[in-house]
């Protein structure tokens, strides 16, 4: 656990994603959690140790199954976007299962998961929601990488916890994003001078600063440049192999885990190809 502003506290050790806490004297807030039982515990009991009490809401930054699965363990309400509340209410269990199922194949120890339950948003975010206490935390709506994307700004620290609408030195999750270009936007938005942001919590990877996004933009770029190639070609989903190698070399992957981002990256073009067909792809 790694403060880096006061009262506000980070943390990149957990597989899959990185966390955050925030001490208000209306009570700690969580944004996501580990997925794994005994780290969230172990998540939990360091938090409430620092801020001196219980966890008083978890902000779900969208429905990331890496998310999904910590969301219930701090016992906490869980704040979440709209969108992340409709896939979550539509799936069901059978969403749930999936999500189990896939973590237990991937990671070591992920075997305490088959007791996890799905734990629905109380408190649902379309636009901004602010979760008064002694630090002003804004809970805002933003076009990103999945329906329901939110992020949760801390103006007087200059501080966003940005989800996976930023993440640094790793492969962004695509195949779920409504709008690319409205991405990009956000992107955009979020290096002007005036957006309070001197240190950004991204999704996955390092704190870093605004100029840190600029790799994120470029792969979204280049990804809708060699889709609207495809379509231009007459080419079909069946040419997007030949992409996934290419962009697979513009971010480390780790040992054991190539195979599962090619499916994240094939994901991704697919989903970018659907967005840009011929009749939606000029800018």
Known sequence: MEE?????????FYPGINVGLIVTDGGPIMVDSPPLPDDARAWRERAEEVAGGPIRYVVLTDHHPDRLIGAGWPGAPVVAGRGAFRRLREGGESLWRAVV?????RRPGAEGLADARPVLPEVIVAGR??????????????????????WVR???????????????GAHPFLAEAPDTRAWLETLVDLRRPWFPARLIVPGRGPVCDKEATRDLSAYIQRVRRRIRSV?????????????????LSLFPIEEGERERVQR??????????EELRPEEAEE
């Open 231 to 247: 379509h231009t070609a007459g080419g079909g989903r069946g040419d997007l192999a030949g992409l996934v190698e290419e962009f």
């Open 129 to 150: 929601v602010s979760l008064h206490g002694s630090v002003p935390v804004v809970v805002e709506s933003v076009p990103g990488a999945a329906p329901g994307s939110v």
């Open 264 to 273: 994240q990256v094939r994901a991704g073009l697919e989903r970018v190809f």
């Open 4 to 12: 880096i502003a006061p009262g506000v506290y980070v943390s990149s």
């Open 154 to 168: 801390l103006p007087e620290q200059e501080v966003l916890f940005a989800g996976d609408t930023v993440v640094v």
């Open 101 to 105: 199922e896939e973590w237990v194949r």
